[in-house]
Structures are given as C-alpha cells and as structure tokens.
C-alpha cells in the first residue's frame, strides 16, 4: 500500500497519520476519486424510447376507437 502524504496536495494542510480526506478544502489525501459516469445520452436516448412507444400506444388507440 502507498503511504499517505502528510500534506494535502490541493491546499496543503498538515494531515495526520492515517486521515485519507482534507479537512480543510475537503480532497483527497493520496486517493484518485473516480469521475461521475456521464449519463446524458443514455437517459435521452431512454426518453425518446419512452416518447416513441407512448406514441405507439396513442396511435394504436386511436385507431381501435375509430374503427
């Protein structure tokens, strides 16, 4: 295992021994955080899904009343 550094990196505040997060600017202490997924394009892409079978739906329902 890596040791930790003894200051923060993003702000350099002293850090005890085993402290793995800033207290001060809230860092990471020697850690690598791992990025948020980017989930735009899936949640339009499972919109427009939504959008289309709703319409299909509609259509559908439209054409069974009408006839």
């Known amino acids: 295992m890596t040791p930790l550094p003894d200051r923060c990196a993003a702000c350099g505040t002293p850090l005890a021994e085993r402290q793995r997060w800033c207290l001060s600017c809230g860092s990471a202490a020697g850690r690598v955080v791992a990025p948020t997924p980017r989930l735009a394009l899936p ?3 499972a ?10 739906v509609a259509y559908a329902l439209a054409a069974l009343l009408s006839s």
């Not at 919109?47 to 299909?56: D, E, N, Q, R, S």
């Open 43 to 45: 949640v339009a892409l």
């Open 47 to 56: 919109t427009l899904a939504a959008l289309l079978a709703l319409a299909g």
